[in-house]
């Protein structure tokens, strides 16, 4: 797994930030009516990024801890939730997702926006599900981008749909090796109005869905699911054969039934 720069960083936090936005509400929705919800408060980000679904979960009442490698990342977290870290409802720490340990019990680990993909192979993936088993008081929900696609990486795309940025991202898929990678790079405005060049690599791992359940229940998950954002207390089966493009994954109460859901 690989920290960002402080261009690369700016750019996400304008550019990539309205996923968030998106499935904030679904697993909010869903957190909201489980019995955990009503005893434990608190919400581990992981992989959070600048923010933007911390955010969320902060404004419904929500304590968070955000955990993210890049400290640039970081920087435009603690900016966002600047008044909730004040009030200690929010902390923002530097961590490996796959190597990092917590004095705290969570109701809900979430990750999401494929971060779990940055993981360079299936043991790192392992001892990052270890590290959440290990905090988790209730549910963990994630998703991870598919073959399928990660195939869709091919390819040159180039954004300069406003003064703030230019963005030219090459990528390519390595079927041989179920790798992709997406090289971006541009020109970003930065507060003092002089435009910076960045520079980043975007890697992604593919990692095989039975696998994945397998590795979850290895660690100590029982109920273990794919499911749709827009439905996250359903299971459906079929999304493991279907070879969708993206999934969403969840694990649901540790004590009750863990899970996990794509979709």
């Not at 797994?1 to 309205?18: E, H, P």
């Not at 598919?146 to 390519?172: C, F, H, P, Y």
């Amino acid at each position: 797994m690989q920290a960002y720069g402080k261009g690369f960083a700016k750019v996400y936090d304008i550019k990539w930030s309205d996923f968030a936005k998106q499935v904030a509400p679904f697993i909010l929705d869903f957190y909201a009516t489980t019995p955990i919800a009503q005893e434990n408060k608190s919400i581990l980000d992981l992989c959070c990024g600048t923010g933007h679904l911390a955010m969320h979960f902060l404004e419904k009442g929500y304590r968070v801890v955000g955990l993210d490698l890049s400290d640039h990342m970081l920087h435009y977290a603690r900016e966002h939730a600047r008044h909730y870290i004040e009030s200690g409802k929010a902390t923002f720490i530097q961590g490996d997702a796959s190597n990092f340990t917590l004095d705290e019990r969570f109701g809900l680990v979430v990750s999401i926006y494929d971060s779990l993909n940055h993981l360079e192979n299936e043991q790192a993936l392992r001892r990052c599900f270890q590290c959440v088993y290990a905090v988790s008081d209730g549910y963990f929900i994630f998703d991870l981008n598919t073959r399928r696609g990660l195939k869709r990486w091919n390819g040159i795309q180039v954004d300069d749909s406003d003064d703030e940025m230019l963005i030219i991202s090459r990528g390519i898929y390595d079927g041989l090796n179920d790798k992709a990678w997406m090289k971006i790079s541009g020109f970003v405005r930065m507060p003092n109005g002089l435009y910076e060049r960045f520079e980043e690599t975007v890697f992604n791992t593919v990692f095989e869905m039975e696998r994945v359940k397998k590795a979850l229940l290895d660690v100590g998950w029982k109920n273990v699911y794919f499911a749709r954002i827009q439905d996250l207390k359903t299971p459906s089966s079929h999304l493991i054969h279907s070879n969708p493009k993206h999934t969403e994954l969840k694990s649901d109460q540790k004590q009750i039934s863990p899970s996990v859901s794509f979709s």
